[in-house]
């Protein structure tokens, strides 16, 4: 089932509770918790100060932070900075707990956080439906050729009255849905399309999902995803399955009136094949809210590209939503600190 933020913090306001009774009967020191990015939300501060002593990152580079996290019990981590063998070192080995404020965790040295016993958490769930929300309006700006209508009025090259071919989109309506990676965004996906009257929703990933069954939603090999979507969202986790995943090959098999949706992480997409792909029209159009790199240079070409719609990584941007982030990664880590679980540990 998901969890809304406001259900979810809900859930967490109340848990909070214990996260205070695990300091209650003991004498605690003050803790040390670095926060690695000086624009995390002031919840996160409320949380955290009543049992620790909290350092801020200001400056936004690596050399920066090595310093900075230097005697840390705890790293509130809100960075693409990585978290590797360097970094934990120069921390020191009291660094017993990392919360990220975020679901994908590609910049963490897994292996090696595992090794010194490091207890980490991220915050699923809360940010669903704001990601869901950006693909949704990424597949219809696409769809229906915001980027291209855009210039078209900039540039004064809006001529409404002859030929008005350019202006021709693809319906959302009735349309054959592809997700790939039907977990939490990817089912909030599928349950926002099902108001718009889409057709068929298919999916694949690892198994058949009973969620998939309650959505209404068929499990097809990847192939047939690719040959029978009109619009393909790209909501899975970077993985040695799904690494560019999205290549020449791929992009062979598309409907030519198909539609990409990016909003997931890491290199699921040969991006090169992509941009062949929309400039030889075996895409009609793609949305993304992830690139590489991040931020993306200037020049690239997608930039140029009529049929492209790009956010800047906003998913989860939403002050809302940023905010239970916030939240959550705080309370994971007071817990942690204070021996107990997280809400919602990675291990
Ligand atoms: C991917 O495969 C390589 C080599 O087979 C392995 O070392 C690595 O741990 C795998 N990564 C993931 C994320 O499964
Ligand atoms: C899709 O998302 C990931 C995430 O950042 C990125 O690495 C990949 O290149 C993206 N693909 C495209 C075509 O933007
Ligand atoms: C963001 O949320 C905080 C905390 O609820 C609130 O104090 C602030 O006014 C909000 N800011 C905006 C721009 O909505």
Request: proline share 3%.
């Amino acid at each position: 089932m998901l969890l809304t933020v406001k259900s979810l913090s809900c859930v967490v306001g109340f848990l909070l509770i214990n996260t205070i009774d695990i300091f209650a009967d003991k004498n605690m020191n003050r803790f040390k918790v670095v926060v690695a990015n000086p624009s995390v939300p002031k919840i996160a501060y409320d949380i955290l100060q009543k049992h620790c002593d909290i350092k801020t990152s200001t400056v936004f580079s690596r050399a920066s932070i090595l310093q900075d996290v230097v005697g840390a019990d705890a790293l509130f981590w809100a960075s693409k900075i990585r978290v590797d063998k360097e970094l934990l070192d120069a921390a020191g080995p009291q660094l017993k707990v990392i919360g990220t404020m975020s679901v994908g965790y590609d910049q963490f040295d897994i292996d090696e956080l595992k090794a010194r016993g490091i207890k980490f958490g991220n915050t699923p769930a809360v940010l669903n439906n704001a990601v869901a929300n950006i693909a949704v309006m990424l597949a219809i700006a696409a769809s229906r050729r915001f980027t291209e209508g855009r210039k078209h009025i900039e540039e004064g090259t809006w001529i409404n009255y002859f030929n008005t071919q350019w202006m021709l989109g693809q319906d959302l309506t009735g349309s054959t849905i592809g997700i790939i990676g039907l977990g939490q965004i990817g089912q909030a996906i599928a349950k926002r399309l099902k108001g718009f009257d889409v057709g068929n929703i298919l999916y694949t990933g690892h198994k058949e999902k009973p969620e998939g069954i309650e959505l209404g939603a068929k499990f097809v090999n990847l192939d047939n995803l690719i040959r029978e979507s009109d619009f393909i969202f790209l909501a899975a986790p970077l993985n040695n399955q799904t690494y560019q995943m999205c290549n020449s090959d791929f992009f062979s098999k598309t409907k030519k009136t198909a539609v990409l949706v990016n909003i997931s992480r890491g290199q699921l997409v040969d991006q090169e094949a992509l941009i062949t792909a929309l400039k030889t029209g075996r895409l009609f159009a793609a949305g993304l809210d992830v690139m590489t790199p991040e931020p993306l240079n200037t020049d690239n070409e997608l930039i140029k590209l009529n049929n492209v719609v790009l956010t800047p990584h906003v998913g989860s941007a939403t002050n809302d939503t940023r905010n239970a982030m916030a939240e959550l990664t705080a309370k994971n880590i007071l817990r942690a600190l204070g021996g107990a679980e997280m809400f919602t540990p990675v291990f």
